[in-house]
């Protein structure tokens, strides 16, 4: 089994779109954490120019979780828009980058409302946390269903 010796090489090419994402990305974490917080998101900077968009978002919530004890609900969404332009930048790399932006939208905005609902209804933390996971799992089988259909590498009439 060969191993991952470094990680992978950015495909996609830098755009103005991208750019605005990460400054707007930058601009949240300031908002969250001060001066801090924009000091600590300007490491995705780099991260950006080197590596794919989906490495930039897994940074970027690995530094929102490093500013969790002074989140809410504004705040994090805030965060999560920047990271979501970061996404709409890189799917410019794949061969239909309107469906999987979205897509991503749409996913994004499907948790969005679980999340506000379990919010609303004040529930325990394990069952909030089951959920999401349920949610998640249903979203993404279902987007995947419908890029298999219009692929056509199933019709959708058997669902085979």
């Excluded at 908002?31 to 991260?47: M, Q």
């Excluded at 940074?59 to 920047?82: I, M, Q, R, T, W």
């Excluded at 089951?130 to 019709?155: D, K, M, P, Q």
């Amino acid at each position: 089994m060969r191993g991952i010796d470094r990680f992978p090489e950015r495909t996609e090419v830098p755009t103005w779109i991208g750019s605005i994402a990460v400054l707007v990305t930058i601009a949240a974490f300031a908002v969250v954490g001060g001066a801090p917080g924009a000091l600590a998101a300007t490491a995705l900077v780099p991260v950006w120019l080197l590596l794919p968009g989906v490495y930039v978002v897994a940074f970027g919530h690995v530094l929102l979780a490093a500013f969790a004890g002074d989140l809410d609900v504004v705040s994090v969404l805030a965060v999560e828009l920047g990271l979501l332009l970061v996404l709409a930048d890189a799917a410019n790399a794949y061969p239909r980058p309107g469906t999987l932006f979205a897509n991503t939208v749409f996913a994004a905005g499907g948790l969005v409302v679980v999340t506000a609902a379990i919010l609303v209804a004040e529930v325990a933390l394990w069952i909030a946390a089951g959920g999401l996971l349920v949610a998640f799992g249903t979203l993404t089988y279902g987007i995947h269903r419908y890029e298999l259909v219009s692929l056509e590498v199933i019709n959708d009439e058997s669902g085979t």
